[in-house]
């Protein structure tokens, strides 16, 4: 009999999403995956989700990430609704033998709270485990809901009553990383790229500010905010400032943008993306958090692409220093790493990309994960009261 797992996605952007979606873009990596090794797969989504699975179920027929601009009093029955209806699912059916979980907080709550008889769930965690102390501090999940990391260094600063959950972590993936070990080189240009969301932990003032310094062409890919194109938020006027995002490029990274020597792209997406960061010199991360997972740090090693970042979060897990990229604890020393990194060769990079960042890796992995929360669960509920 296959094991069929109900994967929670969340109420907030259809899967695969259309444009900038991060726990939707790893579900729509792993369940092609999944589907392969023979799970059956509900996926729990909006509408309007088009990923080929066993089994749609949806409380909203679209996307609502665009409600979350609004007031919390507005918005906080979204995710409730949306995990209602996951909890309507596992009462009526009985052929969910697993949950996975992606929902930020309401879903690991939810699923803790229905208690002893309901399937067991393992919640991935994708986001910095120093939010949420309330719950983190205090989850009980028994037996039954266990959790899981994007990296060993996330689950570090996790507080202990959600570590005693754990059952480890599972490095992010990427398509691109099938056969990167195969494709032929890229020509390199001479530029650096910064791919991401524009935001004070992704650094991109300091990335802007080095380049300058030191004099690199310097490419800053990803949206600030909700704007994915310059002429956007040029348009946008004074209110656009009540975004943090916007308030930071605008004060703290736009004054080194000069358009030659820096350039803000706006989001770059498909094959542009790729082009773009496979034929730049080095992607740099001039990290200022603890990086969780970092899926564009594995996207531009598949590129063939030198990695240079500060060494928080996970990158020192993903990166190997000398051979994939340069790292540093010291940030003002970003813009000579970049000045050394053409002696690093690009096919290591994307040798280690196609041996260790694969779909086919994570799923892999997940799967092995789900037998590990099957068993005690099972086990569990075997036991008389
Ligand atoms: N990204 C993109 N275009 C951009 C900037 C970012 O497609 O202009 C993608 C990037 O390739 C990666 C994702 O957005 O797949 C960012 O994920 P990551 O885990 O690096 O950062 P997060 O935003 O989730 O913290």
Same mark, same amino acid.
């Given at each position: 009999?296959?094991?069929?797992?109900?994967?929670?996605?969340?109420?907030?952007?259809?899967?695969?999403?259309?444009?900038?979606?991060?726990?939707?873009?790893?579900?729509?990596?792993?369940?092609?995956?999944?589907?392969?090794?023979?799970?059956?797969?509900?996926?729990?989504?909006?509408?309007?989700?088009?990923?080929?699975?066993?089994?749609?179920?949806?409380?909203?027929?679209?996307?609502?990430?665009?409600?979350?601009?609004?007031?919390?009093?507005?918005?906080?029955?979204?995710?409730?609704?949306?995990?209602?209806?996951?909890?309507?699912?596992?009462?009526?059916?009985?052929?969910?033998?697993?949950?996975?979980?992606?929902?930020?907080?309401v879903?690991?709550?939810?699923?803790?709270?229905?208690?002893?008889?309901?399937?067991?769930?393992l919640?991935?965690?994708?986001?910095?485990?120093?939010?949420?102390?309330?719950?983190?501090?205090?989850?009980? =999940?028994?037996?039954?809901?266990?959790?899981?990391?994007?990296?060993?260094?996330?689950?570090?600063?996790?507080?202990?009553?959600?570590?005693?959950?754990?059952?480890?972590?599972?490095?992010?993936?990427?398509?691109?990383?099938? =056969?990167?070990?195969?494709?032929?080189?890229?020509?390199?240009?001479?530029?650096?790229?910064?791919?991401?969301?524009?935001?004070?932990?992704?650094?991109?003032?300091?990335?802007a500010?080095?380049a300058?310094?030191?004099?690199f062409?310097l490419?800053?890919a990803?949206?600030?905010?909700?704007?994915?194109?310059?002429?956007?938020?040029?348009?946008?006027?004074?209110?656009?400032?009540?975004?943090?995002?916007?308030?930071f490029?605008?004060?703290e990274?736009?004054?080194?943008?000069?358009?030659?020597?820096?350039?803000?792209?706006?989001?770059?997406a498909?094959?542009?993306?790729?082009?773009?960061?496979?034929?730049?010199?080095?992607?740099?991360?001039?990290?200022?958090?603890e990086?969780p997972?970092?899926?564009?740090?594995?996207?531009?090693?598949?590129?063939?692409?030198?990695v240079?970042?500060?060494?928080?979060?996970?990158?020192?897990?993903?990166?190997?220093?000398?051979?994939?990229?340069?790292?540093?604890?010291?940030?003002?020393?970003?813009?000579?790493?970049?000045?050394?990194?053409?002696?690093?060769?690009?096919?290591?990079?994307?040798?280690?990309?196609?041996?260790?960042?694969t779909?086919?890796?994570?799923?892999?992995?997940y799967?092995?994960?789900?037998?590990?929360?099957?068993?005690?669960?099972?086990?569990?509920?075997?036991?008389?009261?």
């Open positions: 009999m296959s094991l069929t797992v109900l994967l929670n996605a969340g109420p907030w952007l259809s899967v695969p999403p259309p444009g900038y979606g991060g726990i939707e873009n790893v579900v729509a990596t792993l369940v092609p995956e999944l589907r392969r090794l023979g799970v059956r797969v509900v996926l729990a989504s909006v509408g309007t989700s088009e990923l080929p699975v066993d089994e749609l179920v949806s409380v909203f027929p679209d996307g609502q990430f665009a409600a979350l601009q609004r007031p919390y009093n507005q918005v906080c029955g979204i995710a409730q609704a949306h995990l209602a209806g996951v909890v309507r699912q596992l009462h009526t059916r009985d052929d969910i033998d697993l949950v996975h979980d992606h929902v930020e907080a879903g690991l709550a939810t699923l803790t709270a229905m208690g002893p008889d309901a399937p067991p769930v919640h991935t965690l994708h986001w910095d485990l120093a939010k949420h102390p309330a719950l983190y501090g205090t989850l009980d =999940g028994g037996d039954r809901v266990r959790v899981n990391g994007v990296s060993a260094a996330q689950l570090a600063r996790a507080p202990q009553a959600l570590r005693d959950h754990s059952v480890g972590h599972v490095h992010l993936a990427t398509p691109l990383a099938v =056969g990167a070990d195969r494709r032929p080189r890229r020509e390199k240009g001479d530029h650096v790229v910064v791919l991401g969301r524009i935001n004070p932990g992704k650094g991109q003032d300091l990335g500010r080095l300058r310094q030191a004099g062409p490419v800053l990803g949206p600030v905010g909700p704007y994915h194109r310059p002429e956007a938020l040029a348009a946008a006027g004074d209110d656009a400032r009540q975004n943090p995002d916007v308030r490029f605008l004060d990274v736009a004054p080194y943008v000069d358009g030659e020597l820096v350039r803000w792209v706006g989001t770059v498909g094959q542009d993306r790729d082009d773009l960061v496979a034929g730049a010199r080095a992607t740099l991360f001039p990290l200022r958090w990086e997972g970092g899926t564009a740090v594995v996207e531009s090693l598949a590129l063939g692409t030198p240079v970042a500060t060494a928080r979060g996970c990158l020192p897990e993903l990166v190997e220093h000398g051979r994939t990229g340069l790292l540093t604890a010291d940030e003002e020393e970003l813009g000579d790493l970049v000045a050394a990194v053409g002696r690093l060769d690009p096919d290591e990079c994307r040798r280690e990309a196609a041996a260790r960042f779909p086919a890796v994570m799923a892999e992995r799967l092995a994960l789900y037998d590990r929360v099957r068993q005690p669960a099972a086990a569990a509920r075997l036991q008389p009261a």
